[in-house]
């Protein structure tokens, strides 16, 4: 669905997520999640959330992403596109907010998305205000 007050680009990595939360692992809670990742260099990584009958082996779509773009070489996030069938734009939980923090800067913007054409934009500073990073352990 194309939202008219998104960018292209932000219409397009919305839709590289709903394809992503397609291919979700999500038997136990069925709430599957899609996020897509654009990196400084223009390409696109996506992810999707896959569970475990032990949860803490589950990971978010968000972190599968990020983990892919990281195993190509690529280290700079850009934009993040997030959704999932929920009331509300789904929002990152606090250990991907900090995945996603590793790898971007404060321009990084994430994008959350729902299937009601709501949409929230943040910045990913506002998501995780003094976040602890790289930074913080380079004198």
């Not at 939202?3 to 590289?16: A, G, P, T």
């Not at 999707?48 to 195993?71: D, H, M, P, Q, W």
């Not at 913007?109 to 009601?116: C, D, H, M, R, T």
Request: charge should be negative.
């Amino acid at each position: 669905m194309i939202r008219s007050d998104l960018s292209q680009e932000e219409n397009s990595l919305i839709e590289h997520a709903e394809r992503a939360r397609k291919n979700s692992y999500s038997p136990y809670s069925q709430f599957p999640v899609g996020a897509a990742l654009l990196l400084d260099d223009g390409s696109i990584y996506t992810g999707t959330n896959v569970e475990n009958a032990s949860y803490g082996a589950s990971l978010c779509a968000e972190r599968i992403a990020v983990f892919k773009a990281i195993t190509d070489g690529l280290r700079k996030i850009r934009l993040v596109a997030i959704i999932a069938d929920t009331k509300d734009p789904c929002s990152p939980c606090g250990l991907c907010r900090q995945v996603i923090n590793e790898f971007s800067d404060e321009n990084t913007e994430v994008i959350l998305a729902n299937f009601s054409a709501q949409i929230k934009k943040y910045k990913l500073t506002e998501l995780l205000p003094e976040s602890f990073g790289p930074k913080d352990l380079m004198g």
